[in-house]
């Protein structure tokens, strides 16, 4: 890996970006000569008191002298904002790509040694990222302008006054050197800090993802005690950080009185005779001191976006030295002929605490199925049904396991732990349909087609077809063009929308997470309905825990204690197979 692809200036410099950055640029040039021609105007407006001839000429060139400041400032923060924004787009989509192409991401690490599972990338991610955005919200991007400004104005006065100008300019720089100083400090108290509150969102989600085993956890207290002392150590770091900020802050306050100090002192050796002048120097420091108190105010939110920036990159560095999976852009969905499952074994490692004591393993699934097929997969609950799914969509990688795709042509592509290269080929081969499935805050179209650059011609045949196959879409009042808000869909709509996406991409494998309970009699019509639709150009696997999404399936496997049980039609197992029938009486008593 180069080290050019982590540097700064790989997160922070848009190559296509130029216009913004040469606005930014010019903004900060025009402060910077704005700058220098405050203290000699200034001097000008004193000196034409006496005068009226001179007094309005220059009070007008004070009054453009402001408007220009006034419409550099707001160039200048409408343009860093905007970059700001793009740049922050650019590294949180660089972050996760890097993730997303990394074995982190394929399941080798969500039942073992991981470091980064998705919900800690997301969190890190985000969050980490988020400093950056409460620094643009604080306004501190607003004292490099303001800082251009003032040394443009210091650099100014020494024309007019040589040893009050170097005096304050010397008084100024050692102020601002202290309090970096002090900021490289909260900076080392700020990253301990964002470390700490990262172990505690994870201790906090680990106890959380466990709560649906509670009833295997021998704690009857229901609680991890590791947490307290991480909750201990960040408390702890938390009160020294809030030290700091008082500390920092009084200090900074302190400033404005010791320049007047300075200012009186050096009256004798500085030959101030004119009341220009003088003007000029005390409206200088009034100037001046505002941003200078700025960087204990706003320092505190740079150094916490600097540390997430640092984290950011530490991230990316150690994803980017694992094994990656090299996603190939052009490759097609391939004619399936037929899927092969092997899995020997799989079981939880024993270090997965909340689950260990039941002793759940798969063991012994074989099966194959064909192109155009529906299998369903059945069985009480605890079985493996759920976990032999998250195989199948790589969520888990079983050690033991081979998963075959053989295709019209006999092209092959074999899937597993030992075969993780394959991972994209294979995934490019699935689809999967669930209430979990995400849902975007786009029109209907894109949430189907998942793209903005398709011809809406293909796009309108398929909506025309299944609109009259499925008269449910019709009554739903939504066109290809509506905007979707997520949480005005019910979960059954959430996963009607999911199958007309993989309906529409016409994946050769479509797993299915059952169809939602408890839907209306229309809406789960429509999903049985799509369930065929798919059906006549994919493979569909379905997880069911109702008879009636598989009644008429070319297999149904009926798993039992994390085997295969049984396997055949609906009639064979009604009569062959004592765990299908429990299965069914199960049912009924529901119902």
């Given at each position: 890996?180069?080290?050019?692809?982590?540097?700064?200036?790989s997160?922070?410099?848009?190559?296509?970006?130029?216009?913004?950055?040469?606005?930014?640029?010019?903004?900060?040039?025009?402060?910077?000569?704005?700058?220098?021609?405050?203290?000699?105007?200034?001097?000008?407006?004193?000196?034409?008191?006496?005068?009226?001839?001179?007094?309005?000429?220059?009070?007008?060139?004070?009054?453009?002298?402001?408007?220009?400041?006034?419409?550099?400032?707001?160039?200048y923060?409408?343009?860093?904002?905007?970059?700001?924004?793009?740049?922050?787009?650019?590294?949180?989509?660089?972050s996760?790509?890097?993730?997303?192409?990394?074995?982190?991401?394929?399941?080798?690490?969500?039942?073992?040694?991981?470091?980064y599972?998705?919900?800690?990338?997301?969190?890190?991610?985000?969050?980490?990222?988020?400093?950056?955005i409460?620094?643009?919200?604080?306004?501190?991007?607003?004292?490099?302008?303001?800082f251009?400004?003032?040394?443009?104005?210091?650099?100014?006065?020494?024309?007019?006054?040589?040893?009050?100008?170097?005096?304050?300019?010397?008084?100024?720089?050692?102020?601002?050197?202290?309090?970096?100083?002090?900021?490289?400090?909260?900076?080392?108290?700020y990253?301990?800090?964002?470390?700490?509150?990262?172990?505690?969102s994870?201790?906090?989600a680990?106890?959380?993802?466990?709560?649906?085993?509670?009833?295997?956890?021998?704690?009857?207290?229901?609680?991890?005690?590791?947490?307290?002392?991480?909750?201990?150590?960040?408390?702890?770091?938390?009160l020294?950080?809030?030290?700091?900020?008082?500390?920092?802050?009084?200090?900074?306050?302190?400033?404005?009185?010791?320049?007047?100090?300075?200012?009186?002192?050096?009256?004798?050796?500085?030959?101030?005779?004119?009341?220009?002048?003088?003007g000029?120097?005390?409206?200088?420091?009034?100037?001046?001191?505002?941003?200078?108190?700025?960087?204990?105010?706003?320092?505190?939110?740079?150094?916490?976006?600097?540390?997430?920036?640092?984290?950011?990159?530490?991230?990316?560095?150690?994803?980017?030295?694992l094994?990656?999976?090299?996603?190939?852009?052009?490759?097609?969905?391939?004619?399936?002929k037929?899927?092969?499952i092997?899995?020997?074994h799989?079981?939880?490692?024993?270090?997965r605490?909340?689950?260990?004591?039941?002793?759940?393993?798969l063991?012994?699934?074989?099966?194959?199925?064909?192109?155009?097929?529906?299998?369903?997969?059945v069985g009480?609950?605890?079985s493996?049904?759920?976990?032999?799914?998250k195989?199948?969509?790589?969520?888990?990688?079983?050690?033991?396991?081979?998963i075959?795709?053989?295709?019209?042509?006999?092209?092959?592509?074999?899937?597993?732990?030992?075969h993780v290269?394959?991972?994209?080929?294979?995934?490019?081969?699935?689809?999967i349909?669930?209430?979990?499935?995400?849902?975007?805050?786009?029109?209907?179209?894109?949430?189907?087609?998942?793209?903005?650059?398709?011809e809406?011609?293909e796009?309108?045949?398929?909506?025309?077809?299944?609109?009259?196959?499925?008269?449910?879409?019709?009554?739903?009042?939504?066109?290809?063009?509506?905007l979707?808000?997520?949480?005005?869909?019910?979960?059954?709509?959430?996963?009607?929308?999911?199958?007309?996406?993989?309906?529409?991409?016409?994946?050769?494998?479509?797993?299915?997470?059952?169809?939602?309970?408890?839907?209306?009699?229309?809406?789960?019509?429509?999903?049985?309905?799509?369930?065929?639709l798919?059906?006549?150009?994919?493979?569909?696997?379905?997880?069911?825990?109702?008879?009636?999404?598989?009644?008429?399936?070319?297999?149904?496997i009926?798993?039992?204690?994390?085997?295969?049980?049984?396997?055949?039609?609906?009639?064979?197992l009604?009569?062959?197979?004592?765990?299908?029938?429990?299965?069914?009486?199960?049912?009924?008593?529901?119902?």
């Open positions: 890996m180069s080290t050019s692809e982590n540097s700064w200036s997160y922070l410099y848009l190559k296509d970006q130029r216009k913004l950055i040469f606005l930014i640029v010019l903004a900060l040039a025009g402060a910077a000569y704005l700058g220098y021609l405050t203290p000699v105007l200034i001097s000008d407006l004193y000196s034409s008191y006496d005068s009226d001839t001179d007094f309005v000429p220059a009070l007008k060139n004070i009054g453009i002298l402001f408007i220009f400041e006034y419409f550099v400032q707001i160039i923060q409408i343009s860093l904002s905007r970059y700001v924004q793009l740049a922050l787009q650019h590294i949180r989509s660089k996760y790509s890097n993730w997303i192409r990394s074995y982190e991401s394929v399941g080798i690490g969500k039942f073992g040694d991981t470091k599972p998705l919900g800690e990338v997301l969190a890190r991610i985000l969050s980490d990222t988020e400093a950056v409460e620094m643009v919200g604080s306004g501190s991007f607003k004292i490099f302008i303001d251009t400004y003032i040394l443009s104005c210091l650099v100014s006065f020494i024309s007019l006054n040589t040893t009050s100008g170097i005096t304050l300019i010397v008084a100024e720089v050692i102020a601002c050197i202290f309090l970096v100083i002090g900021s490289k400090k909260m900076g080392v108290v990253m301990a800090v964002r470390k700490s509150m990262g172990h505690m994870r201790v906090v680990n106890i959380t993802s466990g709560f649906r085993f509670t009833y295997y956890t021998p704690n009857r207290n229901y609680a991890s005690n590791k947490s307290y002392d991480v909750f201990e150590d960040f408390l702890k770091k938390q020294k950080a809030n030290v700091w900020d008082a500390g920092y802050f009084a200090i900074a306050e302190s400033l404005f009185p010791l320049l007047l100090v300075i200012l009186v002192l050096i009256f004798p050796y500085s030959n101030i005779t004119e009341m220009a002048v003088l000029a120097i005390i409206d200088l420091i009034q100037r001046s001191i505002s941003p200078i108190k700025e960087v204990a105010s706003k320092i505190s939110s740079i150094q916490r976006a600097k540390t997430g920036l640092i984290r950011i990159q530490e991230f990316n560095v150690d994803i980017q030295n094994p990656t999976v090299k996603f190939d852009d052009d490759l097609k969905s391939i004619q399936m037929t899927l092969e092997n899995i020997s799989f079981s939880y490692p024993e270090n605490n909340e689950i260990k004591e039941t002793n759940f393993s063991d012994n699934i074989h099966f194959k199925a064909g192109a155009g097929e529906l299998i369903g997969i009480l609950s605890g493996g049904k759920s976990t032999l799914l195989i199948l969509s790589t969520d888990i990688l079983a050690k033991d396991s081979l075959k795709l053989i295709g019209d042509n006999n092209e092959e592509i074999n899937f597993s732990l030992g290269e394959n991972i994209d080929s294979y995934k490019r081969q699935v689809s349909v669930s209430q979990d499935s995400h849902v975007f805050s786009e029109t209907l179209q894109f949430n189907i087609t998942m793209s903005n650059e398709l809406s011609t796009f309108e045949n398929f909506w025309n077809n299944v609109v009259i196959e499925i008269p449910y879409l019709g009554r739903w009042g939504i066109t290809p063009t509506s979707i808000n997520p949480k005005d869909l019910s979960l059954g709509q959430k996963q009607l929308l999911s199958a007309l996406r993989s309906c529409f991409l016409t994946k050769p494998i479509v797993l299915f997470d059952e169809i939602s309970s408890g839907l209306d009699s229309e809406l789960e019509e429509a999903l049985r309905k799509l369930v065929l798919i059906q006549k150009k994919s493979l569909t696997i379905i997880v069911a825990h109702r008879i009636e999404t598989i009644v008429n399936a070319n297999q149904i009926v798993m039992d204690k994390g085997q295969i049980e049984s396997i055949g039609k609906h009639k064979e009604e009569s062959n197979s004592a765990t299908y029938q429990e299965f069914i009486s199960q049912l009924k008593t529901l119902s």
